[in-house]
């Protein structure tokens, strides 16, 4: 008579903490699934830094081949750019500065 009681209890005990215990459960579970997805971003992330620096990288050294290219094959000599005369400004800002 007392153990069917008692085991009643004990169930409705256990049952409460059942309940707690698997939300517990399955918190740990979603807060690994999250670990696991952000520590694969990041590698994510450093993988596509590594490939655009490697893209501009190649790119840029491409550049530099072609730029050299037409310079090289020119037969004539470009001609002469006229010269430019620049005003060295000196009188020109004369007590701007002083106000």
């Not at 590594?50 to 530099?64: D, E, G, R, W």
């Not at 006229?82 to 000196?90: D, F, N, Y």
Request: proline share 5%; net charge positive; glycine share 8%.
């Amino acid at each position: 008579m007392g153990c069917a009681q008692s085991r009643k209890e004990n169930e409705e005990a256990v049952a409460r903490c059942k309940e707690p215990r698997q939300w517990m459960r399955s918190a740990v579970s979603a807060c690994s699934a999250f670990a696991a997805s952000h520590f694969a971003y990041t590698v994510a992330l450093k993988n596509t830094g590594a490939s655009l620096s490697n893209f501009v990288h190649h790119h840029h050294h491409q550049q530099q081949d072609h730029s050299l290219a037409p310079i090289l094959e020119q037969d004539a000599p470009s001609p002469a750019l006229p010269r430019l005369h620049l005003r060295t400004g000196r009188g020109r800002r004369r007590g701007r500065g002083a106000g």
